[in-house]
């Protein structure tokens, strides 16, 4: 078999970070190209109506994994947060996580946390600020705003521990190549609220107006299954939208799981594996 050649960012960490600035930049460049307008501005006065609110807990112990990792997170979290709490999206405006965080590094304050990478846990700055754009992406889907960028994560990396979200509806983000976007596609100005209280992470996504319909989020036939390579986690998810009596008037599936278990499957729960 012809030995693969190495890339220019896989001769160590320098090549690594020169690669990383050119991709930076050219995400930069297209950004001007495209002329996206991203939402710049932010209000102290919080608008009257909620449409969607959430909570998730911040210190969430994983198997193998260093709990001051997590505690970490929580800094990580507060600082992610502080950037993006009170931003006002006018009516065709896009949110963009990176435009408003900015490059995450240690000059700023942020700690190491745990990131995935070559689907496993490990270490990194800022490690843990995707929980804030996990948050702010499930209460996106509860609204009928446009998301425009997403990148989920490939693989089922631990079991479920008190999960309350239907599993893959999370996202992925790596400055500033990987982000998270979404586009306010409605005729009102929306605003996100994001803050910790409690070791909890809290958001709301508000407007001037009531929403119109009502949004929920259903996960239909999870299960596990053995495959030639590995187990496998699967399930469909679905956007339900009714009207406000609550008769369902539309069902949007959103997402299609088929993610390879890195966890240990001896742990997958026997009711839910299918041979």
Same mark, same amino acid.
């Given at each position: 078999m012809e030995k693969r050649r190495k890339l220019f960012c896989e001769y160590g960490p320098v090549c690594y970070e020169i690669s990383l600035c050119k991709e930076n930049l050219k995400r930069t460049v297209l950004d001007k190209l495209q002329k996206n307008?991203? *939402?710049?501005?932010?209000?102290?006065?919080?608008l009257p109506y909620i449409w969607k609110s959430h909570i998730s807990t911040i210190l969430r112990p994983l198997l193998g994994v260093d709990m001051q990792l997590q505690r970490n997170k929580a800094q #990580?979290?507060?600082?992610a947060a502080a950037r993006i709490d009170g931003i006002v999206l006018s009516p065709g405006e896009t949110f963009s996580f990176w435009a408003l965080v900015g490059r995450p590094t240690r000059q700023k304050g942020y700690l190491d946390g745990m990131v995935i990478a070559s689907g496993r846990p490990g270490r990194g700055? *800022?490690?843990?600020?995707?929980?804030?754009? #996990?948050?702010?992406?499930?209460?996106?889907?509860?609204?009928?705003?446009?998301?425009?960028?997403?990148?989920?994560?490939?693989?089922?990396?631990?079991?479920?521990?008190?999960?309350?979200?239907?599993?893959g509806t999370g996202t992925s983000i790596v400055y500033k190549n990987c982000d998270y976007r979404f586009q306010n596609t409605t005729p009102y100005p929306v605003q996100v609220?994001?803050?910790?209280?409690?070791?909890?992470?809290?958001g709301e996504i508000r407007s001037v107006a009531p929403l119109a319909k009502k949004y929920r989020l259903k996960e239909e036939d999870h299960h596990y299954t053995k495959e030639n390579d590995g187990y496998y986690r699967n399930s469909r998810v679905y956007q339900i939208v009714s009207d406000k009596d609550g008769k369902e008037i539309q069902k949007n599936l959103i997402l299609e799981n088929h993610s390879k278990v890195m966890f240990?499957?001896?742990?997958?729960?026997?009711?839910?594996?299918?041979i």
């Open positions: 307008h991203f *939402a710049k501005t932010r209000s102290n006065a919080t #990580n979290l507060r600082l700055v *800022a490690g843990g600020v995707c929980q804030l754009a #996990n948050l702010i992406h499930y209460m996106v889907l509860h609204t009928p705003m446009k998301v425009t960028e997403l990148h989920h994560h490939s693989d089922a990396l631990f079991p479920d521990a008190g999960r309350r979200v239907p599993f609220r994001v803050w910790i209280k409690d070791g909890m992470l809290m240990d499957p001896n742990q997958i729960p026997k009711e839910e594996l299918r």
